[in-house]
């Protein structure tokens, strides 16, 4: 529901994120999703998919053609992430698991030994890299 109402303010405002180039809209989903993922906000791929005007699953291929993994798995991999972040702070398994969108302890166990060995792609580009200026992309 907010989604729709924050796209029906930025279509009246001029602004419109479907006019932006496929990888930079890409880009701004990869963040949504990791914020997302990092404040314990549950988002469903189709969401992201109806603000890009695509449908589930061609947003889903054009993602893993861009990044190499899935939306849901990069989600999964960032929530993981974060629960072994505040684990080694010392935060507790079930206070751990409620700050990433989960309900038990043992959802958090399950994450976690799932996302073990994906760790690698949880490498963030530079805010450049991924929302070039508009002068640097009239100089390329």
Do not use: C
């Amino acid at each position: 529901p907010g989604s729709s109402r924050q796209h029906a303010a930025d279509v009246l405002m001029g602004y419109n994120p479907r006019k932006l180039p496929l990888r930079q809209r890409l880009a701004m989903v990869r963040a949504r999703l990791r914020h997302a993922a990092e404040n314990g906000i549950r988002i469903r791929v189709y969401e992201v998919a109806l603000d890009l005007d695509m449908s589930e699953f061609h947003f889903a291929r054009q993602f893993r053609a861009a990044y190499g993994y899935s939306p849901h798995v990069y989600y999964d991999e960032v929530r993981a992430a974060r629960g072994r972040d505040l684990l080694r702070q010392g935060v507790n398994p079930g206070t751990t698991a409620r700050r990433i969108g989960l309900r038990r302890p043992a959802e958090l166990r399950a994450l976690l030994a799932r996302r073990q060995k994906m760790q690698s792609m949880l490498d963030v580009e530079p805010a450049s890299v991924l929302f070039p200026s508009p002068r640097a992309a009239e100089q390329a």
